[in-house]
């Protein structure tokens, strides 16, 4: 015999995940103006390298092809904003080098406003929907997005797909990069943008894995960290 919570099943998972594709996509468009504008700038530029990790002056300067200094100019503008800080040193073939990573007024930058949203919609909803559907819902929400992006890939090499799925991610507000580590082939990502829901509902996830199925065309499993820090990991298969 069924129960009232089974049989709301079906709508509750449509509407959650209605909701939940509106806003991020809301979100998404809200910043995507001046984020085009600023990150075509050099500053906007050195932002996004340190999101994938903490560089160096001569390693940024080599990825932007500017002089020394020119980049020393840059930092120093935005350590003063607070936007990127002296995280530590590298050794060196004289010296050690300083290296700067991204501060903590550089968050707002990047849209992440949707994952507390989606904490709170996850915690609703998983009193009302089973496990099982739940799953299956945020595995239909990664195909929903992957579907738009898929003409666009037909005929792409397997690496041109991975390649495309990095930059899909960072349009997305994540910032992510491939690697390949024991004959295993890994996607890391940084800035997840619904990783304040992946701590208490870890089938968060799962929108990315299926997202990354359907762009990269091989089976995508997520081996994401969890607990006080978190990392995004997906194994391509």
């Known amino acids: ?6 049989t709301a099943n079906p709508e509750l998972v449509k509407q959650f995940f209605d909701f939940l594709l509106t806003s991020m996509i809301f979100e998404l468009m809200k910043h995507i103006g001046w984020r085009e504008r600023l990150f075509k700038s050099t500053r906007g530029r050195i932002l996004d390298l340190l999101r994938t990790r903490d560089r160096t002056v001569n390693e940024l300067a080599e990825e932007l092809r500017l002089t020394d200094n020119a980049v020393r100019a840059h930092l ?4 003063r904003d607070r936007l990127v800080v002296h995280s530590g040193m590298k050794p060196g073939f004289r010296k050690p ?15 992440k406003a949707y994952g507390p949203l989606v904490t709170i919609l996850m915690s609703i ?7 099982k559907n739940l799953r299956a819902g945020m595995r239909a929400a990664g195909q929903t997005v992957a579907k738009e992006h898929l003409p666009e890939l037909a005929g792409k090499t397997r690496q041109q797909r991975i390649d495309a799925a990095l930059g899909i991610l960072k349009e997305l507000g994540g910032a992510a990069s491939f690697r390949e580590e024991d004959g295993k082939h890994f996607i890391y990502g940084n800035g997840c943008p619904i990783a304040a829901a992946t701590a208490n509902h870890p089938e968060a996830c799962l929108l990315a894995e299926s997202l990354l199925t359907e762009l990269i065309g091989s089976p995508v499993k997520q ?15």
């Open 125 to 131: 909803f998983s009193r009302q929907i089973k496990p």
């Open 1 to 6: 015999m069924q129960t009232e919570r089974d």
């Open 223 to 237: 081996h994401c960290l969890r607990g006080p820090t978190l990392a995004c990991r997906f194994e391509v298969k």
């Open 76 to 79: 120093a503008s935005l350590e």
């Open 97 to 111: 080098h300083a290296t700067y990573g991204l501060g903590s007024e550089a968050e707002q930058l990047f849209p």
